[in-house]
């Protein structure tokens, strides 16, 4: 079956420092998403990005279909970026995600 | 005002019981969906529906039993409830099949 694998499995930033989070999946792939989870479980789409690169604010994603991988960009960190990043991916239209087991991001002042 | 409603937020049964979960979305969306997150286990994809269908079921056991009365509401009924199944349950929408994915609150289920 298809494996996302998510790295680095935790981050500890200092307030403005620049993260980088990398997906990497087993199969090519139809959708694929960036999600943030609060730390009370809640989910919020951050990127629904299937190919090339997209930005809002202070987040980039870019994915890349032939080498089967996206990164999430974080600039400037700010306290309110910790929690969990997930991503997923999907390879056809009628499955729905697999998700990675996420990275935990902390920022501190 | 929150565009996907799942209810009870949170829920405890006994083994052995039955419980049906809640979700309604307020997003005009036609695929619906079902995911469960265990503690230390990546978020599971359980089933997915478009139009009303189901497209996909990705559940092992016929335990767990999608309902769709309406366009906008895709329930999931639990029958014989074991401990195992104490995860939290998100509901999720999109536009169409494929699309980008929008998550409920979620419904936190402990079985005892």
């Known amino acids: 079956g298809q494996q996302v694998q998510q790295s680095p499995t935790s981050l500890v930033l200092q307030e403005g420092e620049n993260a980088e989070l990398q997906c990497n999946f087993s199969?090519?792939?139809?959708?694929m998403q960036w999600f943030y989870q609060r730390p009370g479980g809640s989910l919020v789409s951050v990127f629904y990005?299937?190919?090339g690169t997209k930005q809002s604010g202070r987040l980039t994603s870019t994915t890349v279909i032939k080498e089967r991988r996206s990164s999430l960009h974080i600039s400037s960190s700010q306290i309110t970026d910790s929690g969990t990043y997930l991503c997923?991916?999907?390879?056809?239209?009628?499955?729905?995600?697999?998700f990675g087991l996420g990275t935990r991001v902390s920022v501190f002042p | 005002d929150p565009k996907i409603i799942q209810k009870p937020k949170y829920l405890v049964a006994v083994t052995g019981s039955e419980k049906i979960l809640i979700c309604e979305q307020y997003?005009?969306?036609?695929?619906m969906y079902w995911y469960r997150q265990s503690a230390k286990k990546p978020l599971e994809f359980m089933f997915s529906?478009?139009?009303?269908?189901?497209?996909d079921n990705q559940t092992a056991s016929s335990r767990f039993q999608p309902q769709s009365s309406k366009k906008n509401h895709l329930d999931l009924q639990i029958t014989a409830l074991k401990p195992d199944d104490s995860a939290t349950y998100f509901c999720?929408?999109?536009?169409?099949?494929?699309?980008?994915?929008?998550f409920g609150p979620g419904t936190r289920l402990t079985v005892l």
């Open positions: 999720a929408s999109s536009q169409e099949r494929g699309g980008e994915q929008y």
């Open positions: 199969t090519s792939l139809n959708s």
């Open positions: 990005n299937p190919s």
């Open positions: 997923a991916m999907a390879y056809n239209y009628a499955q729905g995600l697999t």
């Open positions: 997003l005009g969306h036609n695929a």
């Open positions: 529906y478009s139009y009303q269908k189901l497209m």
